[in-house]
């Protein structure tokens, strides 16, 4: 039966969710906004698109090699490193806005933007890979979805701060001198949070599942990214599923990434913006604690597949966004699925692959999840060029990628589906739980 309350090495786990949320709050309200201040641009929404493709390729790159590295005990250590440095980017972002009057501030912006995209992805890595040491397989979805479902609600704590700087800086007559010091006033509140709610995972968290290290663990660890993707020969599903992952979380990240730009194209102003990503929050934190709650009663893959299918339906009705309230619609829809698709997928995909290898498997995971983001983001930004949101004529043909890939994504889920698990009795755990506890409630 699930368990209702959570370990300390869970809550600390849960925690970090808390931290790092917070930063994903300011990076997709205001730090394209921080940017167009310091360099005004007339199609913000591409170069924005184009700067996270380079931030992807990196994390690429990087990711699998420290991952795979990490699981010869080394997890914790190299968490702290990259974690350090997601957190002390964001802190020095904050000196650019004291820097706006040359020329070069908007390009050394996006140096430190890059950074601290890195950092914070390569972080995440490990953090996800340590869902294996904090839980059992009986509550690991519940603890996945209530660090997604916690970090959507508290970001909005210091993210409240940060907003009410900006708003000082740029809507209330006599302040517009205050707007810089508001883009520096919400890097460090960010920091700040972000550094405070991650000191509980390091102080508690214990690597419990890893691989003896050898002799030679950089040689070795370049060697076992090789024979890792070997390892899918025998394991099917978990390559099929990353592959359909590969398509849909692409959608997912697109939008989160192109938010504010997305909104800024399509003549929004900067209250209803905010307002709309603050309201995606709260609806994003019940829906993904009943995700959460809904893994203990029905299987994970049918969680997936609802949510899936419920994003290719947002995918098609992006295509005809026009109107205000059918983004007050695409906010409440997006909130509804958003957590609970990123944490069915990651709890689903630990249950999928060796306990003891989790480091080099979410390294690999991360690699389908971020180059994917290559393509919807680049994508997305090569045809605004060619046809800018802001021309469109009922039909927004620079987010054709989204339903397409949405849609790829669904087809291969759905026969992932049909392929047995290499260690079926850990992903069929939640199923016999569900077993026992009706049994239980029968004999009551």
Known sequence: MQKTRFTKKEKSWILYDVANSAYVMLATALLALYFEYLSPSENLMSVWGFTNVIVTIISVILCPILGTYADFSQKKGVFLVFASIGITACGLLSIFSLLSKFAIAGLLFLIMYIITEVGFAASNVFYDSMLNDVTTDENMHNVSANGYAWGYICSCIPFAFCLLAYVLGSMVPGMEWFKGYAFTIGCLITAAWWLFFTLPLLKNYEQTNFLPRPEKPVKETFRRIGSIFKEFKTNKKALLFLIAFFFYIDGVHTIIKMATALGRSLGFDDVKLVIMLFVTQFVAFPCALIFGKLASKVACEKLLLVAIFAYTAIGVFTLFLTYEWQCWIL??????FQGGIQAMSRSY????????????FFGI????GKSAAILGLGLTALLGIFYPLSESNGFNISLLPLPVLFTIGLVIFLIAMKVPAVNEERLLTSETSIQEENTEDEEE
């Open 349 to 360: 995909f630990t249950k999928l692959i060796p306990t003891d290898k989790t480091g080099e």
């Open 331 to 336: 906010v409440v829809s997006v909130g509804m």
């Open 365 to 368: 995971y991360d690699i389908f």
